[in-house]
């Protein structure tokens, strides 16, 4: 009977999205209300959606977010965000909802990441840009910034924009106006191919665990398994070699190198550039991340490594990318959360930057 009322509450959802056109046209919830049951034991509403002016970025970078995770913290009476794209621009405020990050670029220019020209140079690393999943501050005050990395192949205008993904720690002693030195910590077990083509493994999120003192790493493959992964670090810091891989029941491969499995029951609806958070509401872990069919999905855990069956959380026209959650920061949220998003992608990259709120009932 639990698995057939959940049914009836998804049909009126999938009929109601599906109708969504891929323009920007508003979006009436009135008394259709989005509403989907995820377990037996608790569902979710969603709200109209808003669109967020992207005008206050630089022209190069104006229009191609959310483009990636957004990592927001909490640093005294004030909330750092830090915007990804190949690289990252961070803003700070007074408020953890986006909306207000807008025009708040501190300092103006990029504090981490960047990439090489058209006609660079490889480095099997980094060249191709970084940009952070997840920034958490240690407890000598210090921000581990944890980031993906990608390398390319020159010139870009004869070999494209292949990219070979990894993943990395950073670290800043001045609340990520600036950074040390990137290391890498997860790779694929496939190294860097010499013909172009979609490699590596990346497109994550990190969080740590307060629940068992560790952090979590959850990224995708681009070749061989191409669902969400994850990987997990009892270091402090998240260093270099302290990161295993999940395979096979267990963390039992390196970062560096290892293979992995897939987590299930996620790989029902393969993705990757999921957004985590810690729900004081809920006492759960929840998940929203990017379908390969365009459309959004959600999940929960009560311990961050065992998730429950993924369900359609949003599908706004063809193609719903780039989930980012925020509530008290970008990994601790309430009874009601904000959805950032980009949808409406141009033949160009740029994309609309789109907004809705998150409720919970239990």
Aim: hydrophobic share 35%.
């Amino acid at each position: 009977m639990i698995k057939f009322s959940l049914v009836l509450f998804a049909f009126p959802l999938l009929s109601y999205w599906n109708s969504c056109s891929k323009h920007d046209s508003p979006v009436k919830d009135s008394s259709e209300l989005k509403k989907a049951s995820l377990t037996a034991d608790w569902s979710f509403t969603l709200g109209d959606r808003s669109i967020l002016s992207q005008s206050t970025f630089p022209a190069s970078d104006s229009g191609y977010y959310t483009d990636g995770a957004i990592p927001l913290i909490k640093l005294g009476n004030q909330y750092y965000g830090f915007w990804a794209r190949y690289r990252n621009y961070r803003t700070v405020a007074g408020s953890p909802l986006l909306q207000n990050h807008l025009g708040q670029l501190n300092p103006l220019t990029p504090v981490f990441g960047g990439n090489q020209p058209n006609n660079g140079t490889a480095n099997g690393f980094n060249d191709g840009g970084m940009w952070f999943i997840g920034v958490r501050q240690l407890n000598d005050g210090r921000l581990a910034g944890f980031f993906h990395a990608e390398t390319h192949w020159y010139p870009r205008t004869t070999q494209g924009w292949y990219a070979y993904k990894s993943i990395g720690v950073a670290y800043s002693s001045d609340s990520g106006r600036s950074w040390g030195a990137p290391y890498q910590i997860l790779k694929h077990e496939l190294d860097k191919p010499t013909t172009p083509s979609w490699s590596g493994l990346g497109d994550g999120a990190v969080i740590y665990n307060h629940l068992n003192s560790k952090y979590y790493c959850y990224y995708t493959p681009a070749t061989g398994v191409t669902s969400i992964c994850m990987a997990v670090s009892s270091d402090q810091n998240g260093y270099v070699g302290s990161w295993k891989k999940w395979y096979n029941g267990s963390f039992s491969e390196p970062g560096l190198g290892g293979k992995q499995t897939a987590l299930s029951p996620l790989t029902m609806n393969p993705g990757s550039n999921p957004s985590v958070h810690w729900n004081t509401y809920l006492n759960k872990f929840v998940m929203i991340w990017h379908g390969w069919d365009g459309k959004l999905y959600i999940s929960a855990s009560s311990n961050a490594e065992t998730w429950e069956s993924p369900r359609l959380l949003l599908q706004d026209g063809p193609k719903a990318w780039y989930p980012a959650i925020i509530g008290a920061s970008s990994v601790e949220g309430g009874q009601q959360i904000q959805l950032y998003y980009a949808f409406d992608f141009r033949p160009d990259g740029r994309r609309t930057l789109a907004s809705r709120t998150i409720t919970f009932q239990l």
